[in-house]
Each structure stands twice: as structure tokens, then as C-alpha cells.
């Protein structure tokens, strides 16, 4: 596909919007006295989710954001588009190589969701594993949130969920047959990482929340296959020992690696970015709560993820440096002085694969991947991985006979699935069809990276999306996003979709604001609790940018921001809403205030901060986005998007903030309306079907298009 150009084209008279007013939404307020200040909350009543009013209320919200929505002329054919694009090739991921067998999600076209696949080798025939929306018996659509293969490929763990809900159910496959044995065992959400099975393949060890409670004291049990789940054994974590005191947003897990005989189990303190480890022999985890753990790592030594590769532990730290070093154990010592292997530099070190003759240390160098091989013989010698272009690598798979199964791609390349031999500098990577080359033509866009100076002078990664005939006239349709929490970093990817807007000659930009990890903690601790203000002035800043070096103008500038990305965006249009003709805040954080007596708000307060602390609290009310709504102001105009069965940031949140800036401007939907987008069989985003995220996709772009002026997209009066 060559991309075709096609100018805005700016609608000469007034936007055409809603001709009704808003639903009606009941103010209630509640007091509530912060360390001297009082804060008035008009809709706490919506908290109560499962009430007749708050369901009432989200169904009237939802059918006028329909009906708004349809009468724009242009969604149909972008959502056409997009459908075309999203099925221009197949799509691929969550490699585990075990026994020769390589197990993979992969998505072909027309298909509305990734199905389970394994093949005998990276280059053998595949099979379809598991389709999660075609279960025999069990109708009804489901998500595959994770699985782990047992060490000799015959069995499978997988978490199945309805919903977009994430309340995944473990069960388990055989993998010759097809069919699920009949273990069932609820509330296994949080195994993002997979469970680890015996060796003996009798059985595995998982983390189970109880019935109560989403995210907060778990624990890991030891579960034998054909068992009651009722009967697990407790092993690690909430209330299973008295030895270990666990607060109840810690979040344990145990992990079996092949050729050790040590177990690790890791503890994850809410989304705190460090962890703490524990090591105990493997053969005595049938001893239960009473296994003798030895305590490694605590959150002092700021590891932030460890591995076990035979008796070594390899760790990655920023105690000593923003940018982390890799440091191993040797478990034999029975001592927890760690050495240091691969020292800090300029690159962001962010993940290890322990491999059989090697370990590998991915990084993150001036936004794009880079890949360190680390022998584990001959002084732990350390060299760089050719990698064919600057991208990302997705995936790294440890293959026998010291290759690696790569996932690579690029803001304009396409993933490819590649073999790598690193032990060969000589050797070429190997292109295999795990993943499938697309037919797409990006040779017409072009992805550049620019450094924006922000409101105290740091310097801010910006990327730039767009066709390279695209002029700068100030006109292009332009749509900037921006994330900044956990110290999550938002690398080079591909996206078929992106076309739809790059070929109208639009403009895709992502801000890199702190609170994100793409220049290493420091840069995560720049956007972080009390520094939080920062994450939005930088997102400002690159909105100023782009406006300034005339991709865009404040006529033709949309700003979106996801989940905690929902503080970015949301204290962007608070702050300056004179910089944007539109927003999206997608499944958003807008009330800090309230947050944290949430479901997930325990684990969040690690990284956003707590009310009940002064000096916290003032940082959060000053950027909180449901807060900073201020009646009769002037704002963009503003799609707030929710799935009903979101389990992270509950659907009130970003109904609370769509009832504010509707009773900010009573007649806004005159000129700039606020729509409260609702998938009612969606969450947070995982388990959506493609259908589901380019119906949202086409919502919100056209919305886009509709407050810029865009001809096509313009209601009839």
C-alpha cells in the first residue's frame, strides 16, 4: 500500500454537535477533611458501581455517547480501514520454548482474538492449541491472560476470562489432545508471570487471592494434579508463615528454573519498582509453609527483577546507578554479597533471559533496543548482540545450541521473528515464519525522536509519526499521547492501525514524560508521588513543541492519555486547555483522592502516594483531574472512555470525571462535548477483542476529526 496524502480539510462553518443536553446526573456531596483542607465530592454516590443509580446513570452516558457518535458521516469507512489494516497480517507473541515445542499466541487476519499455537521447533509444522472463544461445553467469550507450558511440553496451565474482567479461572491442557483435564481453580489473576510446575510434572505452585479481595493478600499454594483446589497446600506470602510478615498489597511468586536446584520466590510490593527475593532448595517445597526460605534481596538493595540460572543468581540494581548494573550471587557462598558483571552506562538495563551457556541483558539505548550476551564461562565476558535495525525486541527465547529466538520491530517496521546465534559475531539473523511479514508499504512515513526542553529545563524524548510529504502548515491533524508512571517505558512498536491517520497526512507523537523509565529511575522518580506535577508539564511541553514547529495547531492538536496515563492527559486539559481541540482519557485515574480505596488501590499507593500522608496528599490534590475542574472554564472537547468490568481503575472514575466537566459547562455539548464512551463487555483493556479496540479506536479518532473540522467528519445540521 503506497500512502496517499490527503489534506484536512477544515470545515468552513461551526461544528455540528449533540443537539440534546447532557443525561442528567444527580449531585450528592460529600465532605471529606484532608489535613485542614476540605475537598467536596458531588458524585462519591457513583462508587457504589453495582447500584441501580450508578447503572442507570453509566447506561444513559453510554446511549448518548452512541448516539453522538453515529451521527458522524466518516467513522464508518475509518472503521473499515482499520478492519483492513488490523487484518493486512498475522500477529504473534508470549514465546515459551519447552522440549522442543514452541508454544505462541498468534492472531491471523479476520480472526477477533489471539488463539494458543504450538509447533514442534522454531521452524516445525504449528497446530492450533486453544481458540478461547471456541471452548467446547463452555460458550461464551473468553481471554487467554496467560499459561506456562510443564517442563516436558505435555501439559499446560492456562488462565482463562470473560469479559475484559481478568479474573482468570487456571486450568489445565493437555497438549497432545487438546482437551482440559478438570482442574478449575478461581481467582488466579494476578499469575501474569505463569505458575511453576514441579519436575516431576505432578503439580505446580500458583498465586491465589482470596474470594474477597482483586489484588491484595495472596499467597502462593502448591497445587497436585486431580486435587480439590480447596486442599492446596499454602507455600509463601499473606499470613502463611509467622517467620515472614507480608503487607497485603505484596504480591509473592515462585519460580522453578531447569538445571537448578534452587527455588526463588519473589515478592513484588505493590508497583513498586524494586522487589524482594527468597531462595530455598527445590526438593524441600513439599515441606509447605515450614520451607526453609533464605532471605537474599530486600528493597534496599533496589533489584529490580532477579533470576536463577543453575546456582547464580543474576540481578539487575539501581541502588548504585539510575541506569542499573547486572550483579549475580553464587548460592553456594550461603552469603548475599553480590558482584558486579555488567557495569552501568549509558544504556537503561531492562530485563534478563538466563540461558543454558549465557545470559542476556536487554537495554534500552537513546529509545531503542540494544542486547548484551553475558558468558557464564571464561570471566563472565561480556559482548554486544548485532541486532538488523533500531527497534525493540519483544521477545527473547534462549534455543539450544546457544541461539536465540528474537521478536523484533520498529516504529515503521513490521515484527519478525528471528533467530539470532550471538556465540557467532559472523553469523547473519535468520528470518522464520513464526511471525509472518505483513504486506504493508511504510516506506511513505517516517518516525524521528527529538529532545523538547520542559518548563525547568530537562530535556524530553519526543517521537514523531508521519508521512514524509506531510508539510509543515500548522493543519496536520495531530494526536499526542503520553503515559508516565511506574517507570513503564514506551519503545518503538508497530502498529498496522497507525496508517489509518498517517495516510489522511495526520501526525502520531509520544511524549516520553517522566514518571516513565525511559532514561532509567531517575527518570521514573522525576514523575513520582511528590514530583508528579512534572510528568505533566513535560507532556505540556511537547504539545507546545508541536504546535511551535508546526506539525499542528490548537485547532488540530488531540492529547490522549490511558489508565495512570489519565493524570497526564487529564492535568494537561486542566492546566492548559487552550492547547487542544480534543482529548481522550481512556480508562483513566482521575480521582487520586479515591483511588486508593479501591480494590487496586492498595498496591498503587507505592507509586502515586497516600492521602493520609500531608505532604502526599497536597501533591495529589494539586494534580488530581477530576479535582481541578474549574466551572465556567473553557475546555477541549473530551471523550472519556470505560470498559464496565475494568478490575484496575473502576468505571466510576472516569464517569466522575465526565459528570464534572459536563456541569462545568452545562452547554458544552454546543460546542465542544464530553462523551463517556462505555464497553459494557470490556475492562481495562486486556481480553478486549479486535473488533472491541477498533470500534473504540474509530470512536475516538472520528471524534478527533469531528472537533477539527475535518469536512468528512462533520454531523449534518
Not at 511440553?153 to 491442557?173: C, D, I, K, P, T
Not at 527445590?282 to 533464605?294: I, N
Not at 512515513?445 to 519526543?462: E, F, I, N, T, Y
Not at 501533591?619 to 484496575?648: C, E, F, K, L, W
Amino acid at each position: 500500500m503506497k500512502l496517499a496524502l490527503t489534506a484536512l480539510a477544515l470545515a468552513a462553518c461551526t461544528h455540528v454537535v449533540a443537539q440534546t443536553p447532557y443525561p442528567s446526573t444527580p449531585q450528592k456531596p460529600v465532605s471529606d477533611n484532608y489535613h485542614g483542607t476540605v475537598v467536596v465530592d458531588p458524585y462519591r454516590w457513583m462508587e457504589d458501581m453495582k447500584s441501580a443509580e450508578f447503572q442507570g446513570w453509566l447506561r444513559s452516558q453510554a446511549d448518548y455517547a452512541k448516539a453522538s457518535l453515529a451521527q458522524i458521516p466518516g467513522r464508518a469507512a475509518l472503521r473499515e480501514r482499520l478492519g483492513q489494516l488490523a487484518d493486512a497480517g498475522e500477529s504473534t507473541g508470549g514465546y515459551e520454548i519447552v522440549a522442543g515445542k514452541l508454544f505462541y499466541m498468534k492472531r491471523a487476519p479476520g480472526q477477533n482474538q489471539s488463539r494458543l499455537w504450538v509447533r514442534a521447533g522454531v521452524e516445525g509444522v504449528d497446530r492450533e492449541l486453544l481458540d478461547p472463544n471456541n471452548i467446547a461445553g463452555e460458550p461464551g467469550k473468553h481471554a487467554i491472560d496467560w499459561y506456562t507450558p510443564s517442563p516436558d511440553g505435555r501439559l499446560l496451565a492456562v488462565g482463562l476470562s470473560s469479559g475484559g474482567s481478568e479474573n482468570s479461572v487456571l486450568r489445565v491442557l493437555e497438549v497432545a489432545s487438546g482437551k482440559f483435564l478438570d482442574e478449575a481453580i478461581a481467582h488466579t489473576g494476578l499469575n501474569q508471570y505463569g505458575v511453576a510446575w514441579f519436575k516431576d510434572i505432578s503439580g505446580f505452585a500458583y498465586n491465589r487471592h482470596p474470594a474477597d479481595e482483586r489484588y491484595n493478600k495472596s499467597a502462593v499454594f502448591m497445587h497436585k494434579l486431580g486435587q480439590d483446589p480447596s486442599k492446596d497446600q499454602p507455600l509463601f506470602g499473606w499470613e502463611v508463615s509467622a517467620k515472614e510478615k507480608f503487607a497485603i498489597a505484596d504480591l509473592p511468586y515462585v519460580y522453578l528454573s531447569k538445571g537448578s536446584r534452587w527455588a526463588l520466590a519473589e515478592v513484588l510490593h505493590g508497583d513498586a519498582v524494586e522487589r524482594s527475593y527468597w531462595v530455598a532448595p527445590a526438593d524441600q517445597l513439599h515441606l509447605g509453609a515450614a520451607t526453609p526460605w533464605r532471605r537474599i534481596i530486600s528493597p534496599a538493595d533496589k533489584i529490580t527483577q532477579a533470576v536463577i540460572s543453575g546456582d547464580q543468581v543474576y540481578a539487575l540494581s539501581q541502588k548504585k546507578a539510575s541506569r542499573r548494573e547486572l550483579l549475580s550471587l553464587d548460592l553456594r557462598a550461603k552469603t548475599t554479597l553480590f558482584r558486579g558483571v555488567l557495569p552501568a552506562g549509558e544504556s537503561v538495563l531492562q530485563h534478563i533471559s538466563a540461558a543454558d551457556d549465557a545470559v542476556y541483558v536487554k537495554a534500552l539505548d537513546a529509545g531503542v533496543s540494544k542486547l548484551w550476551r553475558v558468558a557464564k564461562k571464561g570471566g563472565a565476558e561480556v559482548a554486544t548482540v548485532a541486532l538488523p535495525f533500531e527497534g525493540t525486541l519483544r521477545e527473547i527465547s534462549p534455543l539450544a545450541g546457544g541461539e536465540l529466538l528474537v521478536l523484533h520491530e520498529g516504529w515503521t517496521e513490521a515484527p519478525q521473528s528471528l533467530v539470532l546465534n550471538p556465540g557467532k559475531a559472523a553469523a547473519p539473523a535468520r528470518r522464520v515464519d513464526v511471525q509472518k511479514p505483513n504486506s504493508l508499504d511504510t516506506s511513505g512515513v517516517q518516525a524521528k525522536r527529538v529532545m523538547v526542553k520542559s518548563h525547568d529545563g530537562v530535556m524530553v524524548p519526543l517521537s514523531i509519526l508521519s508521512s514524509k510529504s506531510a508539510p509543515l502548515d500548522g493543519k496536520r491533524p495531530t494526536v499526542l499521547s503520553g503515559y508516565g508512571a511506574y517507570g513503564i517505558t514506551q519503545e518503538p512498536r508497530f502498529g498496522a492501525t497507525r496508517l489509518a491517520w498517517l495516510e489522511r497526512g495526520g501526525v502520531l507523537a509520544i511524549c516520553h514524560v517522566r514518571g516513565g523509565g525511559e532514561l532509567g529511575e531517575d527518570w521514573h522518580q522525576g514523575g513520582y508521588i511528590l514530583t508528579k506535577q512534572n510528568t505533566v508539564s513535560d507532556f505540556i511541553a511537547c504539545a507546545e513543541y508541536l504546535i511551535a514547529h508546526q506539525y499542528a495547531s490548537p485547532a488540530t492538536l488531540a492529547g490522549t492519555g490511558g489508565s495512570a496515563g489519565g493524570i497526564t492527559i487529564g492535568g494537561a486539559i486542566t492546566q492548559r486547555p487552550e492547547l487542544f481541540a480534543a482529548a481522550q482519557s481512556a480508562v483513566s485515574l482521575s480521582d487520586m483522592l479515591r483511588m486508593e480505596f479501591t480494590p487496586n488501590g492498595a498496591p498503587n499507593i507505592a507509586e502515586f502516594g497516600t492521602v493520609s500522608n500531608p505532604a502526599h496528599f497536597k501533591a495529589m490534590y494539586a494534580i488530581s483531574p477530576y479535582h481541578r475542574v474549574q466551572d465556567g472554564r473553557a475546555y477541549p472537547a473530551v471523550i472519556a472512555t470505560t470498559g464496565a468490568n475494568d478490575p484496575r481503575v473502576e468505571a466510576w472514575e472516569p464517569g466522575k470525571l465526565a459528570a464534572r466537566l459536563q456541569a462545568a459547562n452545562p452547554e458544552s455539548y454546543k460546542s465542544r462535548p464530553v462523551l463517556l464512551r462505555v464497553d459494557f463487555e470490556g475492562g481495562h483493556g486486556m481480553g478486549s477483542g479486535v473488533a472491541q479496540r477498533l470500534d473504540e479506536t474509530a470512536d475516538v479518532w472520528s471524534f478527533f476529526l469531528w472537533q477539527f473540522g475535518d469536512a468528512g467528519f462533520q454531523p449534518k445540521p
